[in-house]
Protein backbone atom coordinates (compact mmCIF):
# COMPACT_ATOMS: atom_id res chain seq x y z
CA UNK A 1 0.00 0.00 0.00
CA UNK A 2 1.58 3.43 -1.03
CA UNK A 3 -0.12 6.35 0.31
CA UNK A 4 2.03 8.76 -1.58
CA UNK A 5 1.22 7.59 -4.65
CA UNK A 6 -2.42 8.75 -4.35
CA UNK A 7 -0.81 12.70 -3.83
CA UNK A 8 -2.12 13.43 -7.11
CA UNK A 9 -5.50 12.28 -6.04
CA UNK A 10 -5.46 14.17 -2.95
CA UNK A 11 -4.27 17.47 -5.03
CA UNK A 12 -7.18 16.89 -7.49
CA UNK A 13 -9.81 16.76 -5.05
CA UNK A 14 -8.48 19.38 -3.26
CA UNK A 15 -8.49 21.48 -6.56
CA UNK A 16 -12.15 19.93 -7.18
CA UNK A 17 -13.86 21.39 -4.24
CA UNK A 18 -12.06 24.58 -4.28
CA UNK A 19 -13.79 25.46 -7.32
CA UNK A 20 -16.87 24.00 -6.43
CA UNK A 21 -16.82 25.68 -3.32
CA UNK A 22 -15.18 28.83 -4.87
CA UNK A 23 -16.94 32.96 -3.60
CA UNK A 24 -15.07 34.43 -6.03
CA UNK A 25 -12.14 35.19 -2.34
CA UNK A 26 -12.28 32.17 -1.02
CA UNK A 27 -14.43 29.09 -0.64
CA UNK A 28 -18.08 28.74 1.17
CA UNK A 29 -19.35 25.92 2.33
CA UNK A 30 -21.98 26.87 4.74
CA UNK A 31 -23.20 24.66 7.42
CA UNK A 32 -25.97 22.63 6.06
CA UNK A 33 -25.60 25.29 2.80
CA UNK A 34 -25.49 24.79 -0.88
CA UNK A 35 -21.58 24.54 -1.02
CA UNK A 36 -21.61 21.75 2.30
CA UNK A 37 -23.87 19.86 0.14
CA UNK A 38 -22.10 20.16 -2.98
CA UNK A 39 -19.26 19.14 -1.37
CA UNK A 40 -20.74 16.14 0.60
CA UNK A 41 -22.16 15.34 -2.84
CA UNK A 42 -18.74 15.25 -4.85
CA UNK A 43 -17.15 13.02 -1.50
CA UNK A 44 -19.96 10.30 -2.22
CA UNK A 45 -19.78 10.26 -5.82
CA UNK A 46 -15.65 9.97 -5.42
CA UNK A 47 -15.99 6.96 -2.86
CA UNK A 48 -18.18 5.04 -4.94
CA UNK A 49 -16.14 5.58 -8.31
CA UNK A 50 -13.45 3.99 -6.00
CA UNK A 51 -15.52 1.03 -4.69
CA UNK A 52 -16.56 2.74 -1.22
CA UNK A 53 -19.63 2.48 0.62
CA UNK A 54 -21.34 5.33 1.94
CA UNK A 55 -24.20 6.31 4.22
CA UNK A 56 -25.73 9.15 6.03
CA UNK A 57 -27.12 9.42 9.63
CA UNK A 58 -30.09 11.14 10.90
CA UNK A 59 -27.89 14.38 11.06
CA UNK A 60 -26.83 14.28 7.50
CA UNK A 61 -23.23 13.08 8.52
CA UNK A 62 -21.48 11.11 6.01
CA UNK A 63 -19.77 7.52 6.63
CA UNK A 64 -17.44 5.63 4.21
CA UNK A 65 -15.99 2.72 4.64
CA UNK A 66 -14.94 -0.46 2.63
CA UNK A 67 -17.59 -3.08 1.88
CA UNK A 68 -15.52 -5.98 3.31
CA UNK A 69 -15.97 -4.01 6.73
CA UNK A 70 -19.62 -5.08 8.30
CA UNK A 71 -21.32 -1.91 9.26
CA UNK A 72 -21.58 -3.33 13.01
CA UNK A 73 -17.70 -4.08 13.19
CA UNK A 74 -16.42 -2.32 16.04
CA UNK A 75 -13.48 0.21 14.38
CA UNK A 76 -11.26 3.12 14.37
CA UNK A 77 -13.00 6.42 13.00
CA UNK A 78 -11.35 9.39 11.11
CA UNK A 79 -12.51 12.39 9.51
CA UNK A 80 -13.14 16.14 10.20
CA UNK A 81 -15.79 18.67 9.09
CA UNK A 82 -17.39 19.66 5.00
CA UNK A 83 -18.04 23.10 6.27
CA UNK A 84 -15.99 26.51 6.20
CA UNK A 85 -16.64 30.32 7.12
CA UNK A 86 -17.88 32.70 4.99
CA UNK A 87 -14.52 33.08 2.16
CA UNK A 88 -12.21 30.75 4.02
CA UNK A 89 -9.71 28.60 3.37
CA UNK A 90 -9.99 25.49 1.47
CA UNK A 91 -8.24 22.91 3.62
CA UNK A 92 -10.09 23.46 7.02
CA UNK A 93 -12.17 20.63 7.79
CA UNK A 94 -11.56 19.14 4.17
CA UNK A 95 -7.99 18.03 5.05
CA UNK A 96 -9.01 15.47 7.81
CA UNK A 97 -11.86 13.99 5.13
CA UNK A 98 -9.66 13.84 2.08
CA UNK A 99 -6.74 11.95 4.48
CA UNK A 100 -9.29 9.34 5.85
CA UNK A 101 -10.59 8.43 2.36
CA UNK A 102 -7.25 8.15 1.14
CA UNK A 103 -6.46 5.60 3.58
CA UNK A 104 -9.74 3.78 2.35
CA UNK A 105 -8.69 3.93 -1.17
CA UNK A 106 -5.37 2.84 -0.71
CA UNK A 107 -6.21 -0.58 0.82
CA UNK A 108 -9.16 -0.71 -1.01
CA UNK A 109 -6.25 -0.83 -4.19
CA UNK A 110 -4.25 -3.04 -2.34
CA UNK A 111 -7.27 -5.41 -1.86
CA UNK A 112 -6.63 -5.23 2.20
CA UNK A 113 -9.10 -4.25 4.90
CA UNK A 114 -8.34 -1.48 7.91
CA UNK A 115 -10.83 -1.37 10.52
CA UNK A 116 -11.24 2.14 9.48
CA UNK A 117 -14.47 4.16 8.98
CA UNK A 118 -14.33 7.71 7.35
CA UNK A 119 -16.60 10.43 9.19
CA UNK A 120 -17.37 13.98 7.27
CA UNK A 121 -19.33 15.90 9.97
CA UNK A 122 -21.68 18.71 8.90
CA UNK A 123 -21.94 22.11 10.73
CA UNK A 124 -18.71 22.68 12.53
CA UNK A 125 -18.18 26.24 12.15
CA UNK A 126 -19.61 28.98 14.51
CA UNK A 127 -20.08 31.38 11.92
CA UNK A 128 -23.55 30.63 10.52
CA UNK A 129 -25.75 29.77 13.37
CA UNK A 130 -23.63 30.90 16.49
CA UNK A 131 -22.94 27.19 17.60
CA UNK A 132 -20.26 25.04 17.08
CA UNK A 133 -20.38 21.37 16.47
CA UNK A 134 -23.78 21.10 14.96
CA UNK A 135 -23.03 17.78 13.19
CA UNK A 136 -21.05 16.01 15.66
CA UNK A 137 -23.15 16.85 18.67
CA UNK A 138 -26.26 15.52 16.63
CA UNK A 139 -24.62 12.20 16.32
CA UNK A 140 -24.31 11.61 20.17
CA UNK A 141 -27.62 12.95 20.38
CA UNK A 142 -26.68 16.41 21.86
CA UNK A 143 -28.24 18.92 19.89
CA UNK A 144 -31.82 19.91 20.91
CA UNK A 145 -35.00 21.41 19.96
CA UNK A 146 -33.70 24.74 21.38
CA UNK A 147 -30.42 24.69 19.34
CA UNK A 148 -32.57 23.70 16.21
CA UNK A 149 -34.43 27.62 16.53
CA UNK A 150 -30.89 28.83 16.02
CA UNK A 151 -31.33 31.48 13.10
CA UNK A 152 -28.47 31.56 10.18
CA UNK A 153 -26.79 34.60 10.50
CA UNK A 154 -28.65 36.12 7.65
CA UNK A 155 -31.83 35.88 9.83
CA UNK A 156 -33.63 34.23 7.12
CA UNK A 157 -34.40 30.86 8.60
CA UNK A 158 -33.63 28.20 11.65
CA UNK A 159 -31.11 26.03 11.86
CA UNK A 160 -33.65 23.11 11.96
CA UNK A 161 -34.72 24.45 8.70
CA UNK A 162 -31.50 24.31 7.25
CA UNK A 163 -30.90 20.62 8.71
CA UNK A 164 -34.66 19.48 6.90
CA UNK A 165 -33.56 20.73 3.86
CA UNK A 166 -29.79 18.81 3.27
CA UNK A 167 -31.87 16.21 4.04
CA UNK A 168 -31.99 15.86 8.02
CA UNK A 169 -34.37 14.36 10.11
CA UNK A 170 -35.05 16.93 13.13
CA UNK A 171 -36.92 14.77 15.19
CA UNK A 172 -34.61 12.36 15.16
CA UNK A 173 -31.78 14.62 16.03
CA UNK A 174 -33.58 16.50 18.84
CA UNK A 175 -34.87 12.75 20.41
CA UNK A 176 -31.61 13.23 22.69
CA UNK A 177 -31.05 9.45 21.34
CA UNK A 178 -26.87 9.11 20.03
CA UNK A 179 -27.25 8.41 16.11
CA UNK A 180 -24.88 5.85 16.70
CA UNK A 181 -22.84 3.28 18.75
CA UNK A 182 -19.91 4.73 20.42
CA UNK A 183 -19.33 1.28 21.72
CA UNK A 184 -18.30 0.54 18.17
CA UNK A 185 -15.91 3.58 17.82
CA UNK A 186 -12.44 1.89 19.07
CA UNK A 187 -10.87 5.31 18.80
CA UNK A 188 -11.51 8.81 16.84
CA UNK A 189 -8.32 10.16 15.02
CA UNK A 190 -8.90 13.85 13.28
CA UNK A 191 -6.50 15.20 10.72
CA UNK A 192 -6.28 19.16 10.92
CA UNK A 193 -4.54 22.35 9.72
CA UNK A 194 -3.11 23.92 12.03
CA UNK A 195 -4.78 27.74 12.59
CA UNK A 196 -2.30 29.51 14.16
CA UNK A 197 1.32 30.38 13.29
CA UNK A 198 3.16 28.58 16.10
CA UNK A 199 4.31 25.32 13.40
CA UNK A 200 5.50 27.74 10.35
CA UNK A 201 7.81 29.58 13.52
CA UNK A 202 9.06 26.10 14.43
CA UNK A 203 9.14 24.51 11.41
CA UNK A 204 7.20 21.91 12.15
CA UNK A 205 5.34 19.71 9.50
CA UNK A 206 3.19 17.80 11.74
CA UNK A 207 2.30 18.10 15.61
CA UNK A 208 0.40 16.12 17.75
CA UNK A 209 -2.39 17.30 20.01
CA UNK A 210 -2.40 17.36 23.92
CA UNK A 211 -5.62 18.90 24.41
CA UNK A 212 -8.35 21.78 22.94
CA UNK A 213 -9.60 25.04 24.51
CA UNK A 214 -13.02 25.16 24.73
CA UNK A 215 -15.11 28.28 24.78
CA UNK A 216 -18.51 30.38 26.53
CA UNK A 217 -19.97 32.61 24.08
CA UNK A 218 -22.90 35.11 23.47
CA UNK A 219 -23.79 36.21 19.94
CA UNK A 220 -25.19 38.90 20.79
CA UNK A 221 -25.28 41.13 23.60
CA UNK A 222 -26.83 44.33 23.83
CA UNK A 223 -26.67 47.65 25.71
CA UNK A 224 -29.40 49.54 26.16
CA UNK A 225 -28.79 53.38 27.06
CA UNK A 226 -30.39 56.39 25.37
CA UNK A 227 -30.35 58.15 22.03
CA UNK A 228 -29.74 62.25 22.16
CA UNK A 229 -28.26 64.68 20.08
CA UNK A 230 -24.88 64.68 20.08
CA UNK A 231 -23.80 68.41 20.72
CA UNK A 232 -26.70 68.74 23.16
CA UNK A 233 -26.34 66.45 25.85
CA UNK A 234 -22.98 66.99 28.13
CA UNK A 235 -21.32 64.07 29.52
CA UNK A 236 -22.84 63.84 33.06
CA UNK A 237 -26.21 63.24 31.45
CA UNK A 238 -25.18 61.16 28.86
CA UNK A 239 -26.26 57.28 29.00
CA UNK A 240 -24.21 56.28 25.96
CA UNK A 241 -24.26 52.85 25.29
CA UNK A 242 -20.84 53.13 23.04
CA UNK A 243 -18.69 54.15 25.49
CA UNK A 244 -20.30 51.95 27.96
CA UNK A 245 -19.39 49.15 25.39
CA UNK A 246 -15.64 50.61 25.09
CA UNK A 247 -15.36 50.54 28.53
CA UNK A 248 -16.77 47.11 29.23
CA UNK A 249 -14.05 46.06 26.61
CA UNK A 250 -11.08 47.53 28.19
CA UNK A 251 -12.00 46.43 31.48
CA UNK A 252 -12.27 42.54 30.29
CA UNK A 253 -8.88 43.39 28.58
CA UNK A 254 -7.29 44.05 31.70
CA UNK A 255 -9.25 41.30 33.56
CA UNK A 256 -7.41 39.26 30.94
CA UNK A 257 -4.21 40.41 30.95
CA UNK A 258 -3.96 39.73 35.03
CA UNK A 259 -5.31 36.29 34.41
CA UNK A 260 -2.61 35.39 32.02
CA UNK A 261 -0.16 36.63 34.68
CA UNK A 262 -0.92 34.31 37.00
CA UNK A 263 -0.46 31.52 34.79
CA UNK A 264 -3.89 30.76 33.52
CA UNK A 265 -4.84 29.82 29.98
CA UNK A 266 -7.64 32.35 28.33
CA UNK A 267 -7.87 34.25 24.85
CA UNK A 268 -10.92 36.66 24.62
CA UNK A 269 -12.57 38.08 21.59
CA UNK A 270 -15.43 40.64 20.81
CA UNK A 271 -15.72 39.85 16.78
CA UNK A 272 -18.82 41.87 16.56
CA UNK A 273 -19.40 45.58 17.19
CA UNK A 274 -22.30 47.38 15.64
CA UNK A 275 -25.01 50.09 15.88
CA UNK A 276 -28.30 50.30 14.43
CA UNK A 277 -27.78 50.94 10.74
CA UNK A 278 -31.28 52.27 10.33
CA UNK A 279 -30.92 55.09 12.54
CA UNK A 280 -27.45 55.45 13.51
CA UNK A 281 -25.32 58.66 12.69
CA UNK A 282 -22.33 60.67 13.19
CA UNK A 283 -24.45 63.50 15.45
CA UNK A 284 -26.45 60.80 17.18
CA UNK A 285 -25.30 59.27 20.69
CA UNK A 286 -25.62 55.55 20.52
CA UNK A 287 -28.73 54.03 22.45
CA UNK A 288 -27.86 50.57 21.35
CA UNK A 289 -24.82 48.59 20.89
CA UNK A 290 -25.24 45.43 19.82
CA UNK A 291 -22.14 42.91 20.04
CA UNK A 292 -20.23 39.82 20.66
CA UNK A 293 -18.41 37.96 23.44
CA UNK A 294 -16.49 35.07 23.59
CA UNK A 295 -13.91 33.83 25.74
CA UNK A 296 -12.03 30.55 25.48
CA UNK A 297 -9.62 27.88 27.41
CA UNK A 298 -8.42 24.75 28.38
CA UNK A 299 -9.89 25.15 31.88
CA UNK A 300 -13.61 25.10 32.68
CA UNK A 301 -12.82 27.00 35.71
CA UNK A 302 -11.47 29.36 33.94
CA UNK A 303 -13.96 29.93 31.45
CA UNK A 304 -16.86 30.39 34.27
CA UNK A 305 -14.45 32.67 36.06
CA UNK A 306 -14.11 34.51 33.30
CA UNK A 307 -17.80 34.97 32.67
CA UNK A 308 -18.81 35.71 35.49
CA UNK A 309 -16.11 38.76 35.92
CA UNK A 310 -17.81 39.85 32.79
CA UNK A 311 -21.42 40.25 33.97
CA UNK A 312 -20.06 41.95 37.09
CA UNK A 313 -18.64 44.52 35.04
CA UNK A 314 -21.79 44.88 33.47
CA UNK A 315 -23.34 45.30 36.19
CA UNK A 316 -20.92 47.72 37.41
CA UNK A 317 -21.16 49.93 34.39
CA UNK A 318 -24.90 49.63 33.87
CA UNK A 319 -24.68 51.38 37.45
CA UNK A 320 -21.66 54.08 36.52
CA UNK A 321 -23.08 54.63 32.67
CA UNK A 322 -27.14 54.76 33.20
CA UNK A 323 -27.14 51.66 30.89
CA UNK A 324 -28.44 48.46 30.58
CA UNK A 325 -27.32 45.01 29.08
CA UNK A 326 -29.10 42.40 27.53
CA UNK A 327 -28.12 39.18 27.07
CA UNK A 328 -29.02 36.31 24.23
CA UNK A 329 -28.67 32.52 25.23
CA UNK A 330 -25.40 31.46 26.76
CA UNK A 331 -23.61 29.12 24.76
CA UNK A 332 -20.54 26.60 26.26
CA UNK A 333 -18.35 24.36 24.53
CA UNK A 334 -16.17 22.09 26.76
CA UNK A 335 -12.86 22.04 26.73
CA UNK A 336 -11.00 18.28 26.12
CA UNK A 337 -8.04 16.30 26.68
CA UNK A 338 -7.02 13.86 24.09
CA UNK A 339 -6.30 10.42 25.25
CA UNK A 340 -2.56 9.72 26.43
CA UNK A 341 -2.47 6.32 24.96
CA UNK A 342 -3.68 8.03 21.59
CA UNK A 343 -1.05 10.36 21.55
CA UNK A 344 1.66 8.42 22.19
CA UNK A 345 0.25 5.89 19.14
CA UNK A 346 0.34 9.15 17.01
CA UNK A 347 3.84 10.27 18.33
CA UNK A 348 5.17 6.60 17.22
CA UNK A 349 3.69 7.18 13.85
CA UNK A 350 5.14 10.48 13.59
CA UNK A 351 8.41 9.41 14.16
CA UNK A 352 8.22 6.47 12.18
CA UNK A 353 7.88 9.22 8.78
CA UNK A 354 10.58 10.54 10.01
CA UNK A 355 9.41 14.54 9.90
CA UNK A 356 9.59 16.91 12.94
CA UNK A 357 7.23 17.12 14.98
CA UNK A 358 6.02 18.28 18.78
CA UNK A 359 2.91 17.75 20.82
CA UNK A 360 0.85 21.21 21.05
CA UNK A 361 -2.55 22.30 22.17
CA UNK A 362 -5.03 23.47 19.89
CA UNK A 363 -6.49 26.67 20.83
CA UNK A 364 -8.90 26.29 18.26
CA UNK A 365 -11.98 24.31 18.46
CA UNK A 366 -12.40 20.83 16.99
CA UNK A 367 -15.04 18.15 16.66
CA UNK A 368 -12.96 15.80 18.48
CA UNK A 369 -13.65 17.61 21.38
CA UNK A 370 -16.92 16.50 21.38
CA UNK A 371 -16.33 12.60 20.96
CA UNK A 372 -13.35 12.96 23.81
CA UNK A 373 -16.11 14.53 26.22
CA UNK A 374 -18.23 11.34 24.89
CA UNK A 375 -15.45 8.79 26.16
CA UNK A 376 -14.77 7.65 23.28
CA UNK A 377 -10.48 7.72 23.28
CA UNK A 378 -9.27 10.59 20.73
CA UNK A 379 -6.11 12.44 19.35
CA UNK A 380 -5.62 14.58 16.18
CA UNK A 381 -2.83 15.39 13.97
CA UNK A 382 -1.81 18.81 13.11
CA UNK A 383 -0.72 19.84 9.43
CA UNK A 384 2.02 22.68 9.12
CA UNK A 385 -0.43 25.44 7.27
CA UNK A 386 1.27 29.31 6.28
CA UNK A 387 -0.75 32.13 6.39
CA UNK A 388 -3.79 31.48 9.25
CA UNK A 389 -6.74 29.86 9.03
CA UNK A 390 -10.18 31.58 8.73
CA UNK A 391 -9.23 33.52 5.49
CA UNK A 392 -8.47 32.45 2.13
CA UNK A 393 -4.88 32.43 2.36
CA UNK A 394 -4.50 29.06 4.01
CA UNK A 395 -1.26 27.03 2.23
CA UNK A 396 -0.97 23.83 3.60
CA UNK A 397 1.19 21.81 1.53
CA UNK A 398 0.70 18.32 0.41
CA UNK A 399 4.26 17.29 0.69
CA UNK A 400 3.34 17.81 4.59
CA UNK A 401 0.21 16.84 4.19
CA UNK A 402 0.90 13.07 2.81
CA UNK A 403 3.18 12.05 5.85
CA UNK A 404 0.44 13.30 7.76
CA UNK A 405 -1.91 10.74 6.06
CA UNK A 406 0.73 8.10 6.78
CA UNK A 407 0.48 9.08 10.32
CA UNK A 408 -3.65 8.50 10.41
CA UNK A 409 -2.85 5.04 8.52
CA UNK A 410 -0.62 3.45 10.75
CA UNK A 411 -2.05 4.79 14.08
CA UNK A 412 -5.58 3.88 12.79
CA UNK A 413 -3.94 0.03 12.25
CA UNK A 414 -2.58 0.53 15.97
CA UNK A 415 -5.06 1.19 17.80
CA UNK A 416 -7.62 -1.03 15.65
Known amino acids: MDLHALKSVAEKIF?????????????????????????????????????LVVSTDAAANLLFRQPSLAPDARAVWTGSHLDSVPRGGNFDGLAGIVAGLLCLVAHQQAG???PLCVIAFRGEESAWFGKAYMGSAAAFGLLSAHDLQLRHRSGDRTLGDYMAQAGADTLAVTSGRPLIDKALVAAYLELHIEQGPVMVARHLPLAVVSGIRGNVRHNRVRCIGEAGHSGAVPRWLRRDAMFAVADLIMRLDEHWRAMLERGMDLVVTTGIVGTDAAEHSISRIPGTVDFSFEARSRSQDTLEAFHALMQAECDTIGQERGVRFEFDRRLLSAPATMDDH????????????????DVIASGAGHDAAVLANAGIPSGMVFIRNANGSHNPNEAMDL??????VAVIAAAAKALA
Open 399 to 404: DDFMPG
Open 15 to 51: EDIRVLSWDGVGVTRASYGPGETATAVYLRRFAESHG
Open 112 to 114: TCI
Open 342 to 357: VISVLSQACTQQGVAF
